[in-house]
């Protein structure tokens, strides 16, 4: 069936470097797209979401990629903090806040 | 602040016994609630969909009579588990949808152990 998965099960980056985790979607009929952080013991953490009519969206230290060409999705993290060590799930909105989730990437911040 | 509280955080109960976890919107009045399920080390699994005022719409290979979902009121979802089992032991997760624009809001999970 249609799914939403990720390429790296786990990110190692050191403190200040950029990071960037990726996320290949199947269905190309999703139109948009959210990233969630999610810590241990806790709850997902909405960071950044996209739409489909759009290639890129900047937040704070965070961007997202969407290329709908290739059906691939990306969230980088600019100088990259111990406090961004968690797992990192992109979903897909199938309608009315019904998601389902990649596979997730542990992030490692070293020092 | 949290828009969706979920209580309890963990819970431990003995196998066999049923446990009720309760997910309120705080922010919002939801009509739509989702319940979800996370194994250590895995993402996160739709379980069903609450709607208020009406019976849950479950996913595939979720067991309706093992998964009691009732939402009787626009701020409050809650899940049942029934006779629980070690097997059930999970991260149970909510979230409820902002009407206005269709942002989920997540709970910050239940643990259950079942022993």
């Known amino acids: 069936g249609e799914s939403v998965g990720l390429h790296l099960p786990t990110l190692s980056v050191q403190e200040g470097d950029n990071s960037i985790i990726n996320c290949a979607y199947s269905?190309?009929?999703?139109?948009?797209f959210i990233w969630y952080k999610q810590e241990s013991g806790k709850g997902p953490q909405f960071i950044i979401d996209?739409?489909?009519?759009?290639d890129k969206r900047q937040g704070q230290r965070v961007t997202v990629l969407l290329n709908k060409t290739v059906k691939h999705l990306s969230l980088q993290i600019a100088a990259t903090q111990p406090g961004d060590s968690a797992v990192y799930f992109c979903?897909?909105?199938?309608?009315?806040?019904?998601?389902?989730f990649g596979a997730g990437t542990q992030v490692v911040v070293t020092p | 602040g949290a828009v969706v509280s979920q209580h309890p955080s963990r819970v431990i109960c003995k196998s066999g016994t049923s446990v009720k976890i309760e997910c309120r919107s705080l922010?919002?009045?939801?009509?739509?609630m989702f319940w979800y399920r996370q194994f250590p080390k895995q993402s996160l699994m739709l379980m069903a969909t609450?709607?208020?005022?009406?019976?849950?719409?479950?996913e595939q290979g979720v067991e309706k009579d093992k998964f009691l979902i009732n939402h009787a009121s626009l701020t409050l979802s809650t899940l049942t588990v029934t006779s629980a089992h070690p097997e059930d032991s999970s991260f149970y997760i909510c979230?409820?949808?902002?009407?206005?624009?269709?942002?989920?809001?997540f709970g910050q999970g239940t643990r259950l152990t079942v022993v």
């Open positions: 979230s409820a949808r902002d009407p206005t624009d269709g942002e989920a809001f």
């Open positions: 269905n190309s009929a999703s139109d948009y």
């Open positions: 996209i739409r489909s009519n759009m």
């Open positions: 979903a897909e909105n199938s309608g009315w806040g019904k998601l389902q």
């Open positions: 922010d919002f009045q939801a009509t739509t």
């Open positions: 609450s709607n208020e005022g009406s019976k849950a719409t479950y």
